[in-house]
């Protein structure tokens, strides 16, 4: 057998193996996970909903792919991370929206808060909640125009009526709120892919089993807002399954880049993403403040993580 | 460390432990050794023969008077063609006694057992058994077992975790020399004053806990401890933490907390030594990995060239692109196989083109998995990002000196960043004290 010597080896820092996961294959993950709440959007809305969100995915890709052209960068939409985003930002529409304003959305979204800060991993604000709230106070009539789900329409001839939130935020027709079993289900008002409890929460588990978001987040969100609705004399259950909740919780505030580094620091994160969000349901002249409450919590988030640090093995001092 | 967690973080890697079963062969005397005379932390060794003398096994070639070495002992007899300078696999020049073997392995005059009856006597066998740590860092074994505060210490731990993928190595010594084994640790506890022993094991090697067991029943000082199997078990740090509870305090030694670790091999030898009066100049290996035909454990004597090692395993089965020395978590990858097996060598591993292939990587996704997978809790994405600023004062707060380069947060990174290695350049700008 011959000898091997330089030039016919690699040379190269342990270690030697890595695990196979990949930043596609966590986003192909979340991908699947928000696929059953994709689903029922269609199924609760309709086809434009289906329609919507391909918009936001399909302009997100583009402008990702664009941008990276544009300023001479290595292409980075194989990563599947401007697919995520456009999905999510299409969730948080409503589903009559203009297409064009979401592709202003989508714009913002990877554009302004992803790639001018740096690209994957350096945006300090979540890009879909970032355009979301970009769209609200830009065009605040289109995205509060909620349609109605099919069944509620065949029932009362409306096209368009307030959210369940809504309802409760103008205090005047208690009387029409839809059961929790309908919001669980999703056949409510809403955003076109945060209404259906349930598809978010099979999505939710799905991450949470597959290793790809703790658990600390959203239980730490979700529970926060059951116990203050609770303490506020309030229907707990229709808190947590009403509005963007289960999609803030499971999908939005998980986002790696802008929530904490340490399970402590996660479970801050998630109370703190708790209360704003029930202080501007309660308090606030919005009818709903997940949004808001995320945005404001990743703003805190480096802030978090310093506070946060681990006690090192051995014990030494920060 | 909160109550919850009775372990420390650690990760899953595959076992790949292909020759459990391979019981050691001993290969033949090769027609000449290479023996580098820097095989241990410390000061390095100067020859003590000259080109042209005869030496015989066991003899003393390299020493010195500096008092963190080991010296180092010829492995065959034979006559020494060279001594000259040669690059070793860490970059750094060294000096190599080139002995050629003429075969008779004739042992060297006043080879015979050590009088062993007091601390001082035991350490001084301990040194001329030219011992170091055999588990990778190569520590002087007599420097080690002399703390300070050696009456403060009252536990002593055999290492036999060996939770690096592949290796075998040790398995094989505690079962075929568990006589030796046991044996040294009951010496090493009786002269150092030492009250209780811990073989640690982790339960993946069921057979070799099961004869420990079987061994140590009348002796309850000691105790072999099944450890659960990831990885890093064998890092001292967190091998000390499984077996007292207890951890180490940045910038502390092992016996400031009352414990010295030792690995298997090294206990081995040091009994083999007490025993015959033979220092350490063979070791056993696993030789594994998809570019060897037939992977197995060899007992080889110190300073074979590599590919010499290989060709007795029957030679590359595919063409190696990769080869290391160590298990592929924390070993070494060397340039050349005509380098020879040192004092710490436990493995030589081998592996094809597909195997070499560094992933290509990407950016950072703030992911948290290296923070939650690294043993000492350090942040290493953090310490990345402050040393690409080249931000000291960061670096400290960040303890970036406590890695210990055991590569769970390289392994685990999605984005497939060199985590480990940044932090190892890192620790090497602190110690030049931020020097640009």
Redesign the interface.
């Known amino acids: 057998m011959g000898r091997y010597m330089q030039g016919n080896l690699v040379v190269s820092p342990s270690p030697h193996v890595m695990d196979n996961i990949t930043t596609t294959g966590i986003m192909r993950d979340v991908l699947i996970a928000l696929a059953p709440a994709f689903v029922m959007s269609g199924v609760i809305f309709g086809s434009r909903a289906i329609l919507l969100t391909i918009t936001c995915i399909v302009s997100a890709v583009v402008f990702e792919w664009g941008f990276r052209i544009v300023t001479k960068k290595e292409q980075t939409i194989g990563d599947l991370s401007a697919a995520v985003t456009g999905i999510l930002l299409g969730f948080n529409l409503p589903s009559t929206l203009p297409y064009w304003m979401a592709v202003v959305g989508s714009f913002v979204a990877i554009v302004v808060v992803k790639q001018i800060f740096g690209g994957i991993g350096q945006n300090f604000a979540n890009p879909a909640i970032t355009a979301r709230i970009v769209l609200l106070v830009s065009f605040t009539t289109p995205m509060t125009t909620w349609s109605l789900p099919n069944r509620i329409i065949e029932a009362s001839d409306a096209v368009t009526g307030p959210t369940p939130l809504g309802i409760l935020s103008m205090g005047t027709d208690l009387g029409s709120l839809p059961s929790n079993m309908d919001l669980f289900l999703g056949y409510v008002g809403g955003s076109l892919g945060e209404t259906s409890a349930i598809a978010l929460l099979i999505g939710g588990i799905y991450l949470i089993l597959r290793k790809v978001i703790e658990p600390s987040i959203p239980v730490a969100f979700i529970g926060t807002v059951f116990v203050f609705a609770l303490l506020a004399g309030q229907d707990p259950f229709f808190h947590i399954f009403a509005g963007g909740v289960m999609l803030g919780a499971f999908f939005m505030a998980t986002d790696y880049s802008t929530s904490p580094l340490t399970t402590p620091g996660k479970i801050v994160f998630g109370i703190g993403c708790g209360v704003l969000t029930m202080v501007i349901r309660l308090f606030g002249s919005y009818p709903e403040g997940v949004s808001y409450a995320i945005l404001l919590m990743n703003i805190l988030t480096p802030h978090i993580d310093n506070m946060s640090r681990r006690k090192i093995y051995g014990g030494g001092k920060k | 460390?909160s109550i919850f967690n009775k372990h420390?973080p650690a990760?899953h890697?595959?076992h790949h432990k292909n020759t459990t079963d391979s019981a050691t062969v001993k290969m033949p005397v090769p027609d000449k050794v290479y023996l580098s005379m820097v095989q241990h932390i410390g000061a390095p060794c100067q020859p003590t023969v000259a080109v042209g003398d005869l030496v015989k096994v066991g003899q003393v070639i390299g020493d010195t008077d500096a008092f963190v070495s080991a010296p180092i002992h010829s492995s065959v007899s034979g006559k020494v063609t060279a001594i000259d300078k040669s690059l070793t696999m860490t970059g750094i020049w060294d000096t190599i006694v080139t002995i050629a073997a003429d075969k008779t392995q004739e042992v060297a005059e006043g080879i015979k057992p050590p009088v062993v009856e007091d601390k001082a006597s035991f350490l001084k066998a301990v040194r001329d058994s030219g011992l170091v740590g055999l588990g990778g860092a190569a520590f002087p074994t007599h420097v080690k077992f002399n703390p300070k505060n050696l009456e403060e210490v009252d536990t002593f731990i055999i290492n036999g975790a060996e939770c690096e993928?592949y290796i075998t190595a040790d398995y094989r010594t505690m079962m075929e020399d568990s006589e030796l084994l046991i044996n040294g640790l009951k010496n090493t506890l009786k002269y150092l004053g030492i009250k209780r022993g811990v073989i640690g094991i982790e339960s993946n090697k069921a057979p070799a806990i099961a004869k420990l067991r079987e061994m140590v029943k009348d002796d309850p000082e000691i105790e072999v401890l099944e450890l659960v199997p990831v990885y890093p078990q064998g890092a001292e740090?967190v091998l000390i933490?499984e077996a007292t509870g207890r951890?180490?305090?940045?910038g502390?030694l092992p016996a400031d907390i009352g414990v010295i670790v030792s690995n298997v091999s090294s206990i081995v030898a040091l009994q083999t030594f007490i025993e015959t009066g033979m220092p350490l100049i063979s070791k056993k290996i696993t030789v594994d990995g998809n570019a060897i035909r037939t992977p197995k454990n060899v007992e080889v004597l110190i300073g074979t060239p590599i590919?010499k090692l290989?060709?007795f395993c029957d030679?590359?089965k595919r063409?190696?692109?990769?080869?290391?020395m160590g298990g592929?978590?924390?070993?070494?990858?060397?340039?050349?196989?005509?380098m020879a097996v040192i004092k710490n060598n436990n493995a030589i591993l081998a592996?094809d083109e597909e195997?070499?292939?560094?992933?290509k990587e990407?950016?950072?996704?703030?992911?948290?998995?290296c923070?939650k997978a690294c043993?000492?809790?350090?942040?290493p994405?953090?310490i990345a990002k402050a040393y690409e600023c080249k931000d000291l004062p960061a670096l400290e707060?960040l303890?970036a000196t406590?890695c210990m380069?055991c590569?769970c947060c390289?392994?685990?990174?999605?984005?497939?960043k060199?985590l480990?290695?940044i932090n190892?350049m890192a620790k090497q700008f602190i110690m030049e004290g931020g020097k640009k």
């Open positions: 460390m420390l990760i890697v595959e993928p740090r933490y951890s180490i305090p940045p502390k590919y290989i060709n030679g590359y063409v190696p692109k990769k080869i290391l592929p978590m924390m070993g070494r990858a060397i340039y050349d196989d005509g592996f195997f070499a292939t560094v992933p990407t950016a950072c996704i703030n992911c948290g998995r923070t043993p000492m809790m350090l942040m994405t953090l707060k303890h406590l380069e590569g390289t392994y685990v990174c999605p984005a497939k060199q480990g290695f190892k």
